[in-house]
């Protein structure tokens, strides 16, 4: 997969991360495209059409909207966002955005909670640790890595992490 300028943009990230809003007033993905019908026509009707159908209440940020756009425009299959890692039965790892069947897992790692003290630094070493030497693939994503060398990298490293290895499978993996 080559890596490339996301078609659907950074402003519809913003936009499909207000979708939060919409759920915290009871609305849902099936009155968002219920409502887009009204504005047939209109300039951005159709890139809004698209869009609700990637809405997601669990995305948390504008950022990690970012990340699973990108995933998106990329041709990835679709994440599971918050995913949660048990440890002995207990939900102890949520991850932001995992592909559980590969042990594939891509974080957004924003500066409020994972850069501001060295205990959240240490943390995050533990966790990623504990992943790592329990079979995940972590990939982290920080704020700078939206410009296009940058964006290339992670994307190069979630496409070789969701690579099919060699099978004699004759379906596809996802």
Not at 49 to 66: F, G, N, T
Not at 131 to 159: H, M
């Amino acid at each position: 997969m080559a890596a490339s300028t996301s078609t659907t943009g950074t402003n519809s990230a913003t936009a499909l991360h207000h979708y939060r809003g919409l759920n915290f007033h009871g609305l849902t993905r099936g009155h968002l495209l219920r409502e887009v019908a009204r504005f047939r026509r209109r300039r951005g009707v159709v890139q809004c059409r698209q869009l609700a159908a990637l809405v997601d209440p669990r995305v948390e940020s504008h950022r990690e909207a970012w990340v699973l756009l990108e995933l998106h425009d990329q041709g990835f299959p679709r994440p599971e966002p918050q995913w949660w890692i048990k440890v002995a039965g207990v939900p102890t790892y949520r991850l932001d955005f995992a592909y559980p069947s590969a042990k594939v897992c891509v974080e957004y790692d924003g500066e409020d909670f994972h850069d501001l003290t060295d205990q959240q630094r240490r943390n995050d070493r533990e966790r990623r640790r504990w992943l790592r030497e329990n079979g995940w693939t972590v990939i982290v994503v920080k704020r700078g890595d939206f410009t296009s060398p940058a964006t290339d990298r992670w994307i190069r490293a979630v496409d070789q992490a969701l690579a099919a290895t060699y099978t004699n499978r004759r379906w596809p993996k996802w």
